[in-house]
């Protein structure tokens, strides 16, 4: 989770996204870790929550993309298109899909393409992989936390911008990095408050209208187990 850089920053369609049906997503995240322009490993991060409830926030990116705009803390925004494809837009300039390819209780596997616009660069669209590695252990504190690191695999799809990119390492790495782990960020930030301001978070959660009932019972009873660090 600084994750989160911990989902993949956006990826729009724009139309060229096929139907997720269609395509094979594991074959598709293999092609890119095979012919990326940039990578990188990120993390070790620890966040201070148990392990099931950091899954949880995971699975459900659109709730912590609502808390933040909530709190006024970043623009992002996040549209569930399925259980394991979102549209995000980090309000920034880079929009996109995002797939979960694979979903293990300690490894994630993310496939996503998009695109990035500013006023320095013509339109950047991308293939981005995630490949998210979970652990817990106690803090020195003693409160449950999640360990997570990953891989960022990002393959732009001009030639001329790839050999840009490839020139200027590693000056531009972590930006382009940066842009394409945004929503992980967004997720590990959300840890942060939901680990130091549980009753807090548990108001955003209940005014956050798109989370079913059985998912918010569980947010709702994971957070009652959580107390800030300085009433431990």
């Known amino acids: 989770m600084k994750l989160a850089a911990l989902v993949v920053s956006a990826f ?17 995240a293999r092609r890119v870790e095979a012919d990326c322009t940039v990578s990188e490993r990120v993390g070790p991060s620890d966040v201070p929550l148990p392990l099931d409830l950091s899954n949880a926030l995971l699975d459900h990116p659109d709730l912590a993309a609502f808390i933040v705009r909530r709190r006024k803390i970043a623009p992002y925004r996040i549209q569930m298109l399925g259980p394991r494809r979102s549209l995000a837009d980090d309000g920034d300039g880079t929009s996109g899909v995002v797939d979960l390819v694979e979903r293990g209780e300690r490894r994630r596997l993310y496939y996503g393409e998009g695109e990035h616009r500013s006023r320095l660069w013509p339109v950047i669209r991308a293939e981005a992989v995630i490949s998210m590695e979970l652990d817990e252990h106690a803090l020195p504190d003693g409160r449950e936390a999640t360990r997570t690191s990953f891989v960022v695999c990002v393959r732009m799809r001009s030639r001329f911008v790839s050999g840009v990119v490839k020139i200027l390492r590693p000056f531009i790495r972590r930006t382009v ?32 209208g798109g989370l079913p009932p059985e998912a918010r019972d569980f947010f709702r009873r994971g957070l009652a187990r959580l107390k800030p660090p300085a009433s431990r």
Do not use: H
């Open 12 to 28: 729009i369609a724009c139309g060229r996204v096929r139907a997720q049906a269609s395509r094979d997503l594991a074959a598709e």
């Open 177 to 208: 990095i940066g842009k394409f782990t945004k929503a992980f960020l967004v997720a590990d930030r959300v840890g942060r408050l939901m680990a130091a301001d549980p009753v807090g978070v548990a108001a955003d959660i209940a005014a956050f």
